[in-house]
T-cell receptor
Framework: NAGVTQTPKFRVLKTGQSMTLLCAQD?????MYWYRQDPGMGLRLIHY???????AKGEVPDGYNVSRLKKQNFLLGLESAAPSQTSVYFC????????????FGPGTRLTVL | GQNIDQPTEMTATEGAIVQINCTYQ??????LFWYQQHAGEAPTFLSY????GLEEKGRFSSFLSRSKGYSYLLLKELQMKDSASYLC?????????????FGQGTTLQVKP
């Protein structure tokens, strides 16, 4: 039982490049979330999913897209990376909304030059 | 909307007790979480409060007062490994999607 895993762990992009961050969970959780964490800003929700095939916008969705084609996977895409997207990205999952603990992945540290 | 405030940094001595406060202004929420995050690592769950009052779990306790818009995390018998950031987060509201709104976190440094 690996919990929540994220790939890659580190990545450096040039402005304008695209990439996809993969989040996988093996706990059969319905709900999955993508956050970004910046110094002094705390964790901010980018997009989330309440089940396979569904996605919704969070607090800071601009510049990102997501897909949840399989229940265990939640992908975060950057179509045209910008320096403002330099951050640490965390994925999380939970079994039930509102009352259940969110379990976080180890994070992806992304630098956009 | 929701607004959550925590002190940015705190320092305490090994073996002591420290209280980390979290104040919030919100139109409604289901519960309040506290997470611990060591530098360079993922946040991990510490506690969850739904009802007013104190929840105790070993050396850690968390308190919630909905009427005062206030919560605190109490750490007893501090150890060096407690040096970390402590994140307060609210969940719920009108839509039951499990979304968490986080405060900016409090970085605690425990000194010998």
């Amino acid at each position: 039982n690996a919990g929540v895993t994220q790939t890659p762990k580190f990545r450096v992009l040039k402005t304008g490049q695209s990439m996809t961050l993969l989040c996988a969970q093996d706990m059969n959780h319905e709900y999955m979330y993508w956050y970004r964490q910046d110094p002094g800003m705390g964790l901010r929700l980018i997009h989330y999913s309440v089940g396979e095939g569904t996605t919704a916008k969070g607090e800071v969705p601009d510049g990102y897209n997501v897909s949840r084609l399989k229940k265990q996977n939640f992908l975060l895409g950057l179509e045209s990376a910008a320096p403002s997207q330099t951050s640490v990205y965390f994925c999380a999952s939970s079994d039930q909304a509102g009352t259940d603990t969110q379990y976080f992945g180890p994070g992806t540290r992304l630098t956009v030059l | 909307g929701q607004n959550i405030d925590q002190p940015t940094e705190m320092t305490a001595t090994e073996g002591a007790i420290v209280q980390i406060n979290c104040t919030y202004q919100t139109s409604g929420f289901n519960g309040l979480f506290w997470y611990q995050q060591h530098a360079g690592e993922a946040p991990t769950f510490l506690s969850y409060n739904v009802l007013d009052g104190l929840e105790e779990k070993g050396r850690f306790s968390s308190f919630l007062s909905r009427s005062k818009g206030y919560s605190y995390l109490l750490l007893k018998e501090l150890q060096m490994k407690d040096s970390a950031s402590y994140l307060c987060a609210l969940t719920g509201g009108s839509s039951n999607t499990g979304k968490l709104i986080f405060g900016q976190g409090t970085t605690l440094q425990v000194k010998p």
